[in-house]
Nanobody, 116 residues
Framework: QVQLVQSGGGFVQPGGSLRLSCAASGIILTIYTMGWYRQAPGKQRELVASHSVTNITYSESVKGRFTISRDNAKNMVYLQMDRLKSEDTAVYYC???????????WGQGTQVAVSS
């Protein structure tokens, strides 16, 4: 069985920082592209950051503020979020997609609330 278990998140003031963690089990992380998505109320789920074996991408809204990283040996993925803004408020989801296949797995979601 495949599991993506998220931790972190919470409430933070604008300009603050949070780090999200995603612990994967049941997959070989080296052959998966890992990503972080978010979904705000009334909005579609959007890709925030992606980390494949060959490249890292960010959405324009978070570039320079968020950093995705991975530890393949520990099957862990992280999202460091700095200089948070109110518009970053959303439920964040960890995602694992097989590099050459169709397998696609999701974490349970973690609430991030940015407000003064």
């Amino acid at each position: 069985q495949v599991q993506l278990v998220q931790s972190g998140g919470g409430f933070v003031q604008p300009g603050g920082s949070l780090r999200l963690s995603c612990a994967a089990s049941g997959i070989i992380l080296t052959i998966y592209t890992m990503g972080w998505y978010r979904q705000a109320p009334g909005k579609q789920r959007e890709l925030v950051a992606s980390h494949s074996v060959t490249n890292i991408t960010y959405s324009e809204s978070v570039k320079g503020r968020f950093t995705i990283s991975r530890d393949n040996a520990k099957n862990m993925v992280y999202l460091q979020m700095d200089r948070l803004k109110s518009e970053d408020t959303a439920v964040y989801y960890c995602n694992a997609k097989h590099t050459w296949g169709s397998n696609n797995f999701w974490g349970q979601g973690t609430q991030v609330a940015v407000s003064s």
